[in-house]
């Protein structure tokens, strides 16, 4: 099982006027935040037979292309840890062919094989902000038609909620708000956001682990999570309820510990 690169390029915001635009000042608290990516993968099976790879890779590209126009921030880069400008950068596009069929693929894949389905390392250090792209996409392609879009997203400036609501999270509104109520420092506080990646990056003993609920776990847990305040809560609900209360479990259990629960 193997995942080899086919084609690398980049799509731009298909609005020729982007370049018109003025650049967004970003706040203080972008500023402190180390440059690195949050990851998104969605696995989609082959449904229709007659829809040759081709055409799913030039629809994908046309579809992101358009999305970056009302969306032209993810198109752009920062300069000088102040702005946000160049909005006709675009976003990378990676396609690459997975030699095993999806199904299989998803049985029990291990970590590396699932970040290799990614633009980007997740999570790991850009040590040249000004290069590198707020978002960028790769479509992997199996041998049973089957795709997995992976995404990465700039924690930068892109949060959770800012992923699941792009158009109000990342219209100008949003953003000028931001670096009006924390306005940046001229220069960038540059000593500041070196300690900010010591902290993020330090080398240390970890451990990534995948835990997979399915269907008949996941009914149960929102079953009991059910209460007068939550009478029917979200399968995310119950599963960080959980997490959260096994985490908080676990803790307990050893003496002198100390732990940090990042849900990103």
Not at 62 to 83: G, H, M, Q, W
Not at 97 to 103: A, C, D, E, G, I
Not at 209 to 232: Q, T, Y
Request: glycine content about 4%.
């Amino acid at each position: 099982m193997g995942i080899s690169i086919v084609s690398k390029e980049v799509v731009r915001p298909s609005s020729l006027d982007v370049h018109l635009l003025k650049p967004f000042k970003i706040s203080l608290l972008d500023q402190l935040t180390p440059t690195t990516f949050s990851p998104l993968i969605l696995f989609y099976p082959m449904r229709n037979t007659h829809l040759k790879g081709t055409q799913i890779s030039t629809q994908l590209k046309e579809s992101l292309s358009k999305t970056l126009d009302p969306l032209y921030p993810f198109a752009a880069r920062v300069r000088e840890n102040l702005i946000i400008n160049d909005y006709d950068e675009g976003v990378p596009y990676i396609e690459t062919r997975v030699n095993t069929h999806l199904f299989e693929f998803l049985q029990n894949p291990p970590m590396e094989l699932l970040d290799q389905c990614l633009p980007y390392a997740p999570f790991s250090y850009q040590p040249n902000p000004d290069q590198v792209p707020h978002a960028a996409v790769q479509l992997n392609t199996f041998d049973c038609g089957g795709i997995a879009l992976g995404l990465c997203l700039s924690h930068k400036f892109i949060d959770g909620a800012t992923a699941s609501a792009c158009h109000e999270a990342v219209t100008s509104k949003n953003l000028s708000e931001a670096s009006i109520i924390f306005p940046p420092q001229n220069p960038s506080p540059n000593h500041h956001l070196s300690v900010m990646e010591k902290i993020w990056f330090r080398e240390a003993k970890s451990k990534t682990r995948r835990f997979v609920f399915d269907a008949k776990a996941i009914a149960s847990l929102r079953s009991e999570c059910k209460g007068e305040r939550v009478p029917n809560p979200t399968r995310i609900e119950a599963l960080s309820a959980f997490i959260l209360k096994s985490a908080m479990l676990a803790s307990r259990s050893t003496a002198n510990s100390r732990f940090v629960l990042h849900q990103a």
